[in-house]
């Protein structure tokens, strides 16, 4: 367990502080799982909508039921950091997440096109999305830990690749399905065989993939990360807990909200975000009084301790996964009823749209495939932090030519934008968050980094169905120019990210 053995290649035991370098077969072995884990979620984000309006969803009723996502994801991805930082056992430090994970996955992906009733599937919706947080959190981490610094560009680079690849499977299995002549209709109320079967493939590929990482795979024990000097620190010398005093103001802000949606009858959906703020705000005030120790007083002192380019990135992932929410959610009604001229969704046209969604989804994953490989070379130019907010105004680009086209082959134009922005996405943020971040709490700042990718989806569950009924009932397409708009403030924000580096 201590050695990197197996089909990875053997190790001599490490004494000097410098991590070997890993061949590429080692780099193919440690990122392999995240191919099983992307084209779970990949199924996800082009059919989950799909699934709910098969059973009777409204399209202003979409974000809300998605919402399962945002607050699992919240809960889930900075405890799993926590601990996965912590553990060691047999299976090792971060292998037990991500194979738990899977399995909780892949029984998420067989139900949920089998669910039959609306609120079961969102039932489905929270064990996948909740199954998919534990094992993606802990390979963010898994690639730090088992690369030099010199290396983890590369590590990054093939894991977005094959991110990109699940997700061209992913996306593309109904639509392939539906050549082969299975059928990709239904009557209401019942998801077709299309989709069904793409999510039985989808389940059988998320346990084979992270099993293949998990077998292939040793994790450096404590001790060799110890010689490495990314053990956890000696206890006198660990980083004494830090409360924040800013409780009372989240609490007073999440209490004025919540009145406010009750004053002014807004959408019942911001009690959500509303008591989310509550209970931030209670935790850091009772945390703060009573000294606290355990899990939950030192991911908030990491929340409060966050390195500054951390708090400089912070932002720009706000606004970026705000507008990749979107993208996700709205594509299908948008592309199904502007494009194919479908509203019924047990009709053919509808079933075709939804279909070229995928087509589309999978296209641009298969751009990002291809660019993850040629970032690193821009970046060498420019810097990681301009290289991604050129790749995120391009990504702004693909949105606004989502709400123009109306041909189904030109809406491929956008994706390639996209996917240019998802490459980066996938890579610069967290090339620069390791340069800066402590080896041993690689875990727990990854998952404090992802909540600011939850609270996006979290605000855009709660509210983006309002905005429709509020602004544009009716009209999906008005969506595509909030996401732009968006995503040009994430590549702003990305001018104030500094990229100090290492000494």
Known sequence: MHLHGGRTGSRKHVTTRQKPQQSFGGLWNVSFGFFGIQLAFALQNANVSRIFQSLGSSVDDLAFLWIAGPVTGLIVQPLIGHYSDRTWGCFGRRRPYFVAGAVLAALALLGLPQAGALMLAAGFLWLLDASLNIAMEPFRAFVGDMTPDDQRAKGFALQTWFIGAGAVIGS???????????????????????????????????????????????????????????????????QPLVYSARGPYWLALGAGLLALVAEMDLDKQLYVLGGGLVAFGLAQIVLRALRAKGALAEIMSDLAQMP??????????????????????????????????????????????????????????????????LLPVLARRIGNARTHMVCLLGGAAGFLLILLLRDPWLLLAPMVFIGIAWASILAMPYVILTRVLPPHKFGIYIGVFNVFIVVPQLMVATIMGGVIRSFFPAEPKWTMLVGAVVMVAAALAMLRVREDKPG
């Open 172 to 238: 593309l299995l109904p639509a392939l399905f539906t050549y082969l002549g299975i059928a990709n209709t239904a009557p209401e109320g019942v998801v077709p065989d299309s989709v069904r079967l793409s999510f039985f493939i989808g389940a059988a590929a998320m346990v084979l993939a992270v099993a293949w990482t998990a077998f292939t795979v040793r994790e450096y024990s404590p001790e060799e990360m110890a010689a490495f000097g990314a053990g956890q620190p000696e206890a006198g010398a660990a």
């Open 308 to 373: 500054a380019q951390m708090r400089q990135l912070a932002l720009a992932q706000f606004f970026t996964w705000t507008a990749l929410f979107i993208l996700w959610i709205y594509t299908t009604p948008v592309v199904t009823q502007y494009v194919f001229g479908a509203a019924d969704t047990t009709g053919a046209a509808y079933n075709a749209g939804a279909d070229w969604v995928g087509v589309m989804f999978a296209f641009y994953n298969g751009v990002a495939a291809l660019a993850a490989f």
